[in-house]
């Protein structure tokens, strides 16, 4: 089954500790994309990646960091988590920028 | 202070009704669209899609309309079911400076379907 996959689905933890949520697709997609989503907000593109080792910033990048090591992974990384990165984060694949995103389940962030 | 959330707009409607919800979107450049469907706990789920060069296209039970006169989108769902409660949104295909191409997700509609 066709299906971005991230880990974990909730999370409370407190500031500053560092964590990252986990983000893979199994359909050889080669865009793939993080995404917040806060009432009143919508969903905001966090970073952004258009291949292997080809990452750039999204609309609300400050305080997270992406890599892209294999086609398949784009883990999320926030190095000192702080309570206004508590949010629903998404990750999302798609054939390239611009075209349908598939989107995982959501990973809920509580950061106190 | 207190502050307070801001909620999505809410179309509540009969089942076996038909629903439309509306989308304003922002660039006239836009050339594609599309509708996500999210329900409690998932993330979104493509509906259906349309290029700026229709003005309509239809799935099943769902109907896409595209005006780019006025820049509005709407999604028509035909005989309204209970598992069509959800949240709904359009997004928009923009181009940013070296074209790459990226979507903008609008903030969404509420739909509940009564029994």
């Known amino acids: 089954e066709a299906q971005v996959t991230q880990n974990p689905r909730y999370l409370i933890t407190v500031t500053g500790k560092k964590l990252t949520v986990t983000c893979s697709q199994n359909?050889?997609?080669?865009?793939m994309s993080w995404y917040r989503q806060d009432p009143g907000l919508g969903l905001r593109q966090i970073y952004y990646s258009m291949n292997v080792e080809v990452t750039d910033k999204g609309d609300v990048p400050e305080g997270y960091k992406v890599s892209r090591k294999e086609k398949r992974n784009f883990p999320l990384i926030l190095e000192s988590p702080s309570p206004n990165q508590t949010s629903l984060y998404f990750c999302?694949?798609?054939?390239?920028?611009?075209?349908?995103?598939?989107f995982g389940d959501g990973t809920r962030l509580s950061i106190l | 202070g207190e502050s307070v959330g801001l909620h999505l707009p809410t179309l509540s409607v009969q089942e076996g009704d038909n629903s439309i919800i509306n989308c304003a979107y922002s660039?006239?450049?836009?050339?594609?669209f599309i509708w996500y469907k999210q329900e409690s706990g998932k993330g979104p789920q493509f509906i259906i899609d349309i290029r700026s060069n229709m003005d309509k296209r239809q799935g099943q039970r769902v109907t896409v309309l595209l005006n780019k006169t006025v820049k509005h989108l709407s999604l028509q769902i035909a005989a309204t079911q209970p598992g069509d409660s959800a949240v709904y949104f359009c997004?928009?295909?923009?181009?940013?400076?070296?074209?790459?191409?990226?979507?903008?997700f609008g903030q969404g509609t509420t739909l509940q379907v009564k029994p």
């Open positions: 660039n006239s450049a836009s050339d594609y």
């Open positions: 999302a694949s798609s054939l390239g920028g611009g075209a349908v995103e598939h």
């Open positions: 359909m050889n997609h080669e865009y």
């Open positions: 997004a928009e295909r923009s181009h940013g400076s070296s074209n790459t191409g990226k979507l903008i």
